[in-house]
């Protein structure tokens, strides 16, 4: 059975890792000076490296042949390959969304007292660590405070601040940032030559637009148009593959609110949702661009990820867009489109709660 992508080129380096270089120096150089902590907290939103690095890290550390004053492992040696076949029994990895309870902290804390079978440390990796009861944070508190001399914790979380401050205080604490379009699509067009797939630049921005700053996502998205089973992939496709609206759809949309046309502008939602799109992924690229709107209607200046994926046409038009509006009365449209984004879910008619969105944003006078 062929591995997906995002486990095919999961990262086997540290020199592999893309976005987060603030993180992977500080790594390298604790790890080549032989002055890694005992406790690591990473923080960040979803598919941007926070697992990964933590197995690399427990890779390096336990790596035979890696030498003094480097940081790679060499993922050669026995424990190498066991720890990236997953079958190490000193890399213990514990999902607390689904582990949450005390027992499972007692167990652990049970266990770190036992020397490692064969590897040098034992590394504890706790997945969304933020899902732990109370008691069960107090209790690894506890065993926070006085670790055993081979055991190192990595604690990972998408919401940091449900961590309690006690144990922030008790680890080094790394913040794993969103990945930018640039990032993403260097990355997905390393993917597609090593495949020997051909597709579109646009498809790349494409997807890389909707993964939100996850490489994860981005290569999963990326997953579902190389299952498609065509070895040259347009922008036409890959919408239709991944149900994603095309920025040219949302700005054309976009320009129905500005001339104030609700027939054209329901007509043309219509006929969107009757090609198959999703209204849901519609709704949520049309807020990504409307924000883009409200920034450049404050400064010009101010960039984000979206503007980077457009050609020179469209970053013409998006300036004229942005200048129709002033920004109360973006900020105003915005709102309403999130309220109508909210609402999709709990319709029987998708469309509906949009329609009514493109009727309150065009019958509300403007303020410009």
């Known amino acids: 059975m062929a591995l997906v992508l995002y486990r ?22 604790a790890i080549s000076s032989g002055t890694v902590s005992h406790a690591y907290l990473f923080s960040g939103s979803r598919g941007t490296g926070k697992t990964t690095v933590a197995r690399l890290l427990a890779k390096a550390v ?14 050669q040696c026995n424990s190498c390959q066991e720890i990236m ?9 514990i999902d607390a969304a689904s582990n949450r309870g005390i027992d499972e902290i007692r167990a652990l804390r049970d266990g770190i007292k036992f020397s490692p079978t064969h590897l040098k440390y ?20 506890k065993t926070l405070e006085e670790p055993p001399a081979h055991a190192i914790f990595v604690l990972a979380t998408t919401e940091i601040q449900k961590v309690l401050p006690t144990i922030i205080s008790r680890c080094q604490r790394f913040d794993f940032r969103r990945l930018n379009l640039v990032q993403i699509v260097s990355r997905l067009q390393y993917i597609i030559e090593k495949e020997g797939i051909d597709i579109e ?10 993964a939100e700053g996850s490489i994860r996502d981005a290569e999963s998205l990326l997953d579902q148009v190389v299952a498609f089973g065509e070895k040259k992939i347009d922008l036409k496709q890959a919408e239709e593959i991944l149900g994603i609206v095309d920025i040219n759809i949302i700005s054309q949309f976009v320009d129905y609110l500005i001339k104030k046309d609700a027939k054209g502008g329901i007509r043309y ?15 949520h690229s049309l807020i990504n661009y409307l924000r883009e709107l409200l920034l450049l209607s404050i400064d010009r200046s101010l960039t984000n990820p979206l503007g980077l994926g457009l050609t020179d046409e469209q970053s013409s038009h ?29 319709t029987s008619l998708p469309q509906l709660p949009l329609e009514l969105a493109i ?8 303020n410009k």
Not at 123 to 139: P, Q, S
Not at 318 to 341: H, S, T
């Open 62 to 75: 336990n790596c035979q042949n890696r030498k003094e004053q480097e940081a790679e492992p060499c993922n």
């Open 318 to 346: 998006i300036l004229e867009q942005a200048g129709q509006f002033n920004e109360k009365d973006w900020e105003r449209i915005i709102k309403i489109f999130i309220q109508a984004q909210q609402e999709i879910k709990r």
């Open 201 to 210: 630049k646009p498809v790349l921005n494409l997807i890389a637009l909707n």
């Open 8 to 29: 095919k080129y999961r990262p086997k380096t540290f020199a592999e890792i893309v976005g987060q270089e603030h993180v992977i120096q500080t790594l390298t150089n």
């Open 122 to 141: 034992k590394v504890y990796i706790i997945d969304e660590c933020h899902e732990l009861t109370k008691e069960a944070f107090n209790a690894l508190l």
């Open 269 to 283: 939602l219509n006929q969107i949702q009757e090609k198959g799109r999703d209204l849901q992924q519609f709704s």
């Open 359 to 366: 009727v309150e944003v065009i019958s509300q006078p403007s």
């Open 85 to 93: 076949a997953g079958n190490s029994l000193d890399i213990i990895e």
